[in-house]
């Protein structure tokens, strides 16, 4: 495996990087994930708008779900600001990642999904998990609970307050209950 590499592009604007990371982000809810990718016609993703107070390009929320499965998924926040536009993500479903970097010692650079990855303050895309994750060791972590535990690291919230909600809809389904019988009270 290659050696991690610093990006250079974002050390040059580091504390615009970490003043918009620590700050509050808002965005429309619930999300709903429902367009085929087109490179990979069996997952479905979606691009969601983010707004924040502190600009750092146009931001927006990309969320796929691989192979339509609710336990492979990826939520990322990116930026039109970087050249690899990727700010920050969450992964689960997706093996281990390995930060391959001499400063950590070689028993600590693999890191299990589900797990974030940051851009750390030498530039480096590290792989890690915070303490919220620490209830999902060895377990997969479904994506209603994924996309929460995302927005919170992540410091996104909805703009009516409203309470971050993921759906998984396949273009033109239509929102009906799959639980519900429609027969249910006639009499006959």
Do not use: W
């Not at 997969?140 to 909805?158: A, Q, V």
């Not at 209950?177 to 006639?186: F, K, R, S, V």
């Amino acid at each position: 495996m290659a050696k991690m590499k610093v990006n250079n592009e974002l050390l040059r604007i580091m504390d615009d990087y970490n003043l918009f990371m620590s700050s509050e982000k808002k965005t429309e809810m619930p999300i709903v994930v429902n367009k085929e990718k087109t490179n990979h016609k069996t997952s479905l993703y979606k691009e969601q708008p983010i707004e924040c107070d502190i600009s750092f390009g146009e931001t927006k929320m990309d969320c796929e779900v691989r192979d339509k499965n609710p336990f492979n998924y990826s939520f990322q926040l990116v930026s039109d600001k970087l050249s690899s536009r990727v700010l920050a993500r969450l992964d689960e479903g997706n093996g281990v990642h390995r930060n391959n970097l001499p400063h950590i010692p070689l028993a600590e650079q693999q890191v299990t999904t589900p797990h974030f990855h940051k851009y750390n303050n030498s530039g480096f895309f590290i792989a890690y998990k915070p303490a919220s994750l620490d209830a999902y060791e060895g377990n997969t972590l479904n994506i209603k609970d994924g996309i929460r535990i995302f927005c919170d690291e992540e410091k996104i919230g909805s703009f009516d307050e409203e309470i971050i909600e993921i759906l998984i809809k396949e273009d033109g389904e239509l929102p009906l209950e799959h639980d519900t019988d429609p027969l249910n009270g006639i009499m006959f």
